[in-house]
């Protein structure tokens, strides 16, 4: 139990074009989501908290504008790179937290495999 | 800011060696710890935590105490497998926010 998938697991675009990655929880609820940003043997960085409902948190230097993020349901969350241009380039993955009342009720983020942008 | 620090890698080893992958944390408060692990093409999985000072978090062979007196949560296994290969993160909580180490890559050799 507990899968969260990605799609697409790979993209490339073309600059100044828009890219939509979609996380999904497969077997349960998450109120919370998180999306994060890695770089070649670098670490995750938090981009933003996605909560479901409401508009999503994001940190201090991403710009909300060019990293849309939509938490329309309890199992599904959107990022879409606006306007993408190469430096965007990067491995997004996201992250879903089980809601408190459902039948998982850890307190605990489990990962999707990441997608993977090359912007050209 | 709370920032966790790992050992550089990548680090290869041969089968049945013995594992230490170094973990400190800078933090304000009492974190929760924790290590997670990345296989190939699949995402970051919860390898074992621990929530407080002198916990022990261990799972499938791997082992990790909660050191508050140095500031560290090193990651050992005493026998390791071909299987263990993967990129390994040392995170500290932040509330219900993680934040990670650089990772580091394992490399066992039959």
């Known amino acids: 139990g507990a899968v969260v998938s990605q799609h697409p697991s790979w993209v490339i675009c073309k600059s100044g074009t828009s890219v939509k990655i979609e996380c999904r929880s497969l077997?349960?609820?998450?109120?919370?989501m998180f999306w994060y940003r890695q770089f070649p043997k670098q670490s995750l960085m938090l981009m933003a908290t996605?909560?479901?409902?409401?508009?999503?948190?994001?940190e201090q230097g991403v710009e909300k504008d060019k990293f849309l993020i939509n938490h329309a349901s309890l199992t599904l969350s959107t990022l879409t790179v606006t306007s993408a241009h190469p430096e965007d380039s990067s491995f997004y993955i996201c992250?879903?937290?089980?809601?408190?009342?459902?039948?998982?009720?850890?307190?605990?983020?489990?990962f999707g495999p990441g997608t993977r942008l090359t912007v050209l | 800011g709370n920032s966790v620090t790992q050992m550089e890698g990548p680090v290869t080893l041969s089968e049945e060696a013995f594992l230490t992958i170094n973990c400190t944390y800078t933090?304000?408060?009492?974190?929760?710890l924790f290590w997670y692990v990345q296989y190939p093409g699949e995402g970051l999985q919860l390898l074992l935590k621990?929530?407080?000072?002198?916990d022990k978090g261990s799972n499938k062979g791997f082992e990790a105490t909660y050191r508050k007196e140095t500031t560290s949560f090193h990651l050992e296994k005493g026998s390791v497998q071909v299987s263990d290969s993967a990129v390994y993160f040392c995170?500290?909580?932040?509330?219900?926010?993680?934040?990670f180490g650089q990772g580091t890559r394992l490399t066992i050799n039959p």
């Open positions: 933090a304000t408060g009492y974190p929760s």
């Open positions: 077997d349960f609820q998450a109120t919370t």
């Open positions: 995170a500290l909580s932040e509330g219900v926010r993680l934040v």
């Open positions: 992250s879903a937290v089980p809601w408190a009342g459902g039948p998982i009720s850890y307190n605990e983020q489990f």
């Open positions: 996605s909560n479901e409902g409401s508009k999503a948190t994001y």
């Open positions: 621990a929530t407080k000072a002198d």
